[in-house]
C-alpha cells in the first residue's frame, strides 16, 4: 500500500539514507525517510479512499489503489 501512495505522491520522503547490505558498497540503496505526521496525514486527506477495504486486502493481492496509481500516471 505505501508503494503506491508514494507513486500517487500522497506522501513525499523529506530525506533519503544510504543503507549497505554486507561489506561491499555495491550492496548500497538510498531508503527514503518519512515522518509520521506525514503518513498520518494520507488518510484524512484522502476520503475518497475506502481505507477499511484496502486494509483488509489479502497479502498477495493487488491493492485497489494501484487502478488509482495507473490513473494518475502520466500518458
Known amino acids: 500500500m505505501y508503494g503506491t501512495v508514494v507513486r500517487l505522491g500522497w506522501v513525499r520522503s523529506p ?4 543503507v ?11 531508503a527514503a525517510l518519512y515522518t509520521t505526521a506525514s503518513v498520518d496525514a494520507v488518510v484524512p ?9 484496502l486494509r483488509a486486502v489479502e ?3 493487488r491493492s ?12
Not at 486527506?45 to 477495504?53: F, G, N, S
Request: charged residues 25%; glycine residues 8%; proline residues 8%.
Open 64 to 75: 485497489p489503489l494501484a487502478a488509482l496509481a495507473k490513473q494518475a500516471a502520466p500518458a
Open 20 to 30: 549497505r547490505f554486507g561489506t561491499s558498497r555495491a550492496g548500497a540503496v538510498d
Open 59 to 61: 497479502k498477495g493481492r
Open 45 to 53: 486527506a484522502h476520503p475518497e479512499v475506502d481505507w477499511e477495504q
Open 15 to 18: 530525506q533519503s539514507i544510504e
